[in-house]
């Protein structure tokens, strides 16, 4: 059975920094695409960032530049380092995983989702 797990998720003022992990069990994350993802409350769920088995990375227009997504085979976890927080960047995060090694954008393509972990970020 699949399960994602993330973590590190927090209250932090502008301009802050968290680090939010996402441990997968029953599946090998680093052979597939795997993605993060917000909701803020009232909006619709957006994609984050994607990376894909050979690492290449691919983000949002919002955050690039500030949030930075790797992995750990080793570990089988997922990492979005988010730096320069904004307000804007409350939501809930949640790490997803694809069946396949390739990313779109496509949330359907993601299978597998975590519970969630609260990002706040205070003016």
């Known amino acids: 059975q699949v399960q994602l797990v993330e973590s590190g998720g927090g209250s932090v003022q502008t301009g802050g920094s968290l680090r939010l992990s996402c441990t997968a069990s029953?599946?090998?994350?680093?052979?597939?695409?795997m993605g993060w993802f917000r909701q803020a409350p009232g909006k619709e769920r957006e994609g984050v960032g994607y990376?894909?088995?050979?690492?290449?990375?691919s983000y949002a227009d919002s955050v690039k530049g500030r949030f930075t997504i790797s992995r750990d085979g080793a570990k089988n976890t997922l990492y979005l380092q988010m730096n320069s927080l904004k307000p804007e960047d409350t939501a809930m995060y949640y790490c997803a995983a694809a069946l396949h090694w390739w990313c779109t954008a496509d949330h359907s393509d993601f299978g597998y989702w975590g519970q969630g972990t609260q990002v706040t970020v205070s003016s």
């Open positions: 029953g599946y090998t994350s680093s052979s597939y695409c």
């Open positions: 990376i894909d088995k050979y690492r290449a990375t």
